[in-house]
């Protein structure tokens, strides 16, 4: 199962570092991303990450903003949230998808396991 952590509530231009963990079962060779869905909206793609860490990819809101890693030592994926801005809140998933990486990027709506969502909020 993949458990995400580190939400809360910030202000903007605060930063925020969330993690995914990964237990029960190994993840290897799986793109792993970021999601988030704000009330009344549809969930959307923040990042990805492949298996080794060589390839990332983010969502447009988001870039020259957030950063994604992973240490596959501890199964973890992380997201690092700076400049936050309101309308960055939302529950954020982690996901791991086990399609190839042009695929990922292709679609990343689809991976094969989400994680329960952490709340970030960001008051103005």
């Known amino acids: 199962q993949l458990q995400a952590s580190g939400g809360g509530l910030v202000q903007a231009g605060d930063s925020l570092r969330l993690s995914c963990a990964a237990s029960g079962r190994t993840f290897l060779g799986y793109a792993m991303g970021w999601f988030r869905q704000a009330p009344g909206k549809e969930r959307e793609f923040v990042a990805a990450i492949n298996w080794s860490g060589s390839s990332i990819y983010f969502a447009d809101s988001v870039k020259g903003r957030f950063t994604i890693s992973g240490d596959n030592a501890k199964n973890t994926v992380y997201l690092q949230m700076t400049s936050l801005k309101p309308e960055d809140t939302a529950v954020y998933y982690c996901?791991?998808?086990?399609?190839?990486?042009?695929?990922?990027?292709?679609?990343?709506?689809?991976?094969?396991?989400w994680g329960q969502g952490t709340q970030v909020t960001v008051s103005s």
């Open positions: 996901a791991a998808d086990g399609r190839p990486w042009y695929s990922v990027i292709a679609s990343p709506i689809k991976p094969d396991y």
